[in-house]
C-alpha cells in the first residue's frame, strides 16, 4: 500500500514521508541548482586566476598606462614597479589614438606580445615580453626593453650568451 497519494498526502492525511517531490518543483530545484554551478563556474572562469593570459596582460597594462594609472600598470609587472621604465604609452592617451594586439606568440612560461598602435595615417608595432607569474602573466619590463634596446650580447668560451631567455621582442 502508497503512503503517497497524488497531492503528496499520506493515507492517515498527514504529508507523506516519503521522497514524493511534485514534477514541476523537482525540475525547479534542479534548474536552480545548475543555474548556481553556472554562476560559481563563471566566477572562477571569467575573473579568477584561469582568465589570465598575454594578451590581457599587456591589453590592461597599456591601458593602465594611457590612463595615467601607473599603480595599476605596475601591478601588471613582474618587477612590481615601473622603475625607470621609458614606455611612451601615456602619450598615446589623447584622442585619435588607438591599439590592437596584432600578434601573441607564447613559448613555455614566456610570450611575445605585439602591440599595434595607430594615430592619423600611421601605425608602429611595439613587442612586448611577458612572463607567467604563479598562475597570473604579467609584462617584463626589463625583457622588453632588452628588446628595445638591445644590450651587446657577451659570449662566454662556449658561445653561450648571457640572455636569460629565448622569448626576446
Not at 590581457?56 to 597599456?62: E, G, L
Not at 613555455?108 to 605585439?114: I, L, M
Not at 625583457?143 to 650580447?153: A, K, V
Amino acid at each position: 500500500m502508497s503512503t503517497c497519494v497524488s497531492k503528496g498526502v499520506g493515507v492517515s492525511g498527514k504529508p507523506a514521508l516519503s521522497g514524493h517531490v511534485p514534477a514541476a518543483r523537482g525540475r525547479d530545484a534542479v534548474a536552480g541548482f545548475c543555474l548556481v554551478l553556472l554562476l560559481l563556474s563563471l566566477a572562477v572562469h571569467g575573473y579568477g586566476c584561469s582568465s589570465s593570459t598575454p594578451e590581457r596582460a599587456v591589453w590592461d597594462f597599456v591601458a593602465a598606462r594611457m590612463a595615467g594609472n601607473d599603480r595599476r600598470a605596475a601591478e601588471l609587472t613582474v618587477e612590481g614597479d615601473l622603475g625607470e621604465y621609458p614606455g611612451g604609452e601615456p602619450y598615446l592617451g589623447g584622442s585619435g589614438f588607438s591599439y590592437r594586439v596584432s600578434e601573441v606568440q607564447v613559448e613555455g612560461d614566456g610570450a611575445r606580445v605585439t602591440v599595434a598602435f595607430r594615430w592619423d595615417d600611421q601605425e608602429v608595432e611595439v613587442p612586448y615580453v611577458t612572463r607567467r607569474v604563479g598562475s597570473r602573466w604579467k609584462v617584463s619590463l626589463e625583457e622588453t626593453l632588452e628588446g628595445w634596446l638591445p644590450s651587446p650580447r657577451v659570449e662566454d668560451e662556449n658561445g653561450a650568451t648571457d640572455r636569460p631567455s629565448s622569448i626576446t621582442a
